[in-house]
Antibody, heavy 117, light 106 residues
Framework: EVKLVESGGGLVQPGRSLKLSCAASGFSFNDYWMGWVRQAPGKGLEWIGEINQDSSTINYTPSLKDKFTISRDNAQNTLYLQMSKLGSEDTAIYYC??????????WGQGVMVTVSS | DIRMTQSPASLSASLGETVNIECLASEDIYSDLAWYQQKPGKSPQLLIYNANSLQNGVPSRFSGSGSGTQYSLKINSLQSEDVATYFCQQYNNYPTFGGGTKLELK
């Protein structure tokens, strides 16, 4: 069974950094592109970015390119999202997702990040 | 960015009814379109990919169609467990999502 479990969320002050993790199991992690998507409270879905199997290609939505960094550790079957210079607009549920071809075929349960003083 | 305009934003339908949700892309996306279902408090789940291919395990009352810039999701014989928000997503370019359609029971 494919399982994706995010962790590392919580309350963070504006301007600070936070690193999210996504532990993958039930499939061969190093065979897949992986991605992050977020959803502000009561809002729609926003693609953050994606990373290929060997980390040689990483793409971001332009508005987040200078704030967020995606990485992965294939030995640990873990995907990461490093977020910096956080603002209230970054308050959201953050999902990791497995990418099949180009769509998201499995999603984690999500982790809440709240940016507030 | 390719903009995805979804309609309607909300929809109320009766059990057993047929429901249609539309998604309009700002340019041709060559059927690179997926539909997701998100139940309250849950993560999205893939229903349809490549505009009309049903994901494994998804009930056959769900179907997708369309081409070019216009796509639709059809739900036949609406069931209570179909109450959810539905999103379209294009992946012809960097992924973008429609604004969602909230489906409720009448």
């Amino acid at each position: 069974e494919v399982k994706l479990v995010e962790s590392g969320g919580g309350l963070v002050q504006p301007g600070r950094s936070l690193k999210l993790s996504c532990a993958a199991s039930g499939f061969s992690f190093n065979d897949y592109w992986m991605g992050w998507v977020r959803q502000a409270p009561g809002k729609g879905l926003e693609w953050i970015g994606e990373i290929n199997q060997d980390s040689s290609t990483i793409n971001y939505t332009p508005s987040l390119k200078d704030k967020f960094t995606i990485s992965r550790d294939n030995a640990q079957n873990t995907l990461y999202l490093q977020m910096s210079k956080l603002g209230s607009e970054d308050t959201a549920i953050y999902y990791c997702a497995r990418i099949h071809t180009y769509y998201f075929d499995y999603w984690g349960q999500g982790v809440m990040v709240t940016v507030s003083s | 960015d390719i903009r995805m305009t979804q309609s309607p934003a909300s929809l109320s339908a009766s059990l057993g009814e047929t429901v249609n949700i539309e998604c309009l892309a700002s340019e041709d996306i060559y059927s690179d379109l997926a539909w997701y279902q998100q139940k309250p408090g849950k993560s999205p789940q893939l229903l349809i990919y490549n505009a009309n291919s049903l994901q494994n395990g998804v009930p056959s009352r769900f179907s997708g169609s369309g081409s070019g810039t216009q796509y639709s999701l059809k739900i036949n014989s609406l069931q209570s467990e179909d109450v959810a928000t539905y999103f379209c997503q294009q992946y012809n370019n960097y992924p973008t999502f429609g604004g969602g359609t909230k489906l409720e029971l009448k």
